[in-house]
C-alpha cells in the first residue's frame, strides 16, 4: 500500500513539474514581443482546402497582435463521364493573430476569425445549378520568416468547421508578403 502511494506521489510531483514549465515557457513567450509591421501585402496559395491563391492583407494593432484578411477567387472546370462540371466560389477570410518572437527574424502566430463567401456549380447532363454562401469559423497557426529588406514568408496550417452550407478540414498555405513599416 505504501509502494501506491509513493508511485501516485511521484506521478503528482512529475505532473506539477510540467504544468509549471509548461506554464513558464507560454509566460517567456508572452514577454518575448514580436515586431509586427504596420501594414503587409501579399499572396497566399492555400493548398488541400483552399480556394488557391488569395491576396492577403495584414494590419498590425500592437506589437504583439494583428488583423489578416485573405481574399480569394475560385473558378474551374472539369470533364466527368463527358459532361463538364463548373464550379465556382470566392470568399473572403478575416482572422485575429496573436504573435510571439522566435528569433530576430522569425515569429509564430496563432488566432481565430471566419470566412464568408459563395459558391455556385454546375453538374450533369442537365447541368442542374446549385448555389449558395457559407460561413465558417477559421482557426490559424503558422511561422512566418522576415527578411530585413521587409519580405515575409509564411507557411500556416487553417482548419475550418463549416457553420452554414460548407464542410470542414485543414487549409495548408504559403504566402509572400511585403512589409510596411
Known amino acids: 500500500m505504501v509502494e501506491i502511494y509513493n508511485i501516485l506521489s511521484t506521478k503528482d ?5 510540467i504544468f509549471f514549465t509548461m506554464a513558464l515557457v507560454v509566460m517567456l513567450f508572452s514577454l518575448a514581443n514580436a515586431q509586427i509591421a504596420k501594414h503587409s501585402v501579399g499572396l497566399r496559395y492555400g493548398a488541400l482546402y ?24 475560385n473558378s474551374n472546370f472539369e470533364y466527368v463521364d463527358n459532361f463538364r462540371q463548373d464550379h465556382n466560389s ?6 485575429y493573430h ?13 488566432g481565430a476569425g ?24 477559421s482557426g490559424d497557426v503558422g511561422i512566418e520568416y522576415v527578411f530585413p529588406a521587409g519580405i515575409q514568408f ?8 463549416g457553420i452554414y452550407n460548407h464542410g470542414s478540414g485543414v ?3 504559403f504566402a509572400v508578403r511585403y512589409q510596411f513599416k
Open 114 to 137: 471566419s470566412k464568408l463567401g459563395t459558391w455556385s456549380s454546375n453538374q450533369g447532363y442537365n447541368y442542374r445549378y446549385h448555389n449558395g454562401p457559407f460561413f465558417t469559423a
Open 98 to 110: 496573436w504573435v510571439w518572437k522566435l528569433d530576430d527574424n522569425v515569429n509564430w502566430y496563432a
Open 154 to 161: 509564411a507557411l500556416n496550417a487553417r482548419p475550418e468547421v
Open 50 to 73: 483552399g480556394l488557391g491563391t488569395e491576396i492577403t492583407y495584414q494590419r498590425g494593432l500592437t506589437s504583439e497582435n494583428r488583423l489578416e484578411f485573405d481574399f480569394g477567387f
Open 171 to 173: 487549409n495548408i498555405g
Open 90 to 95: 470566392w470568399a473572403l477570410t478575416g482572422l
Open 13 to 17: 510531483i512529475f505532473m506539477k513539474r
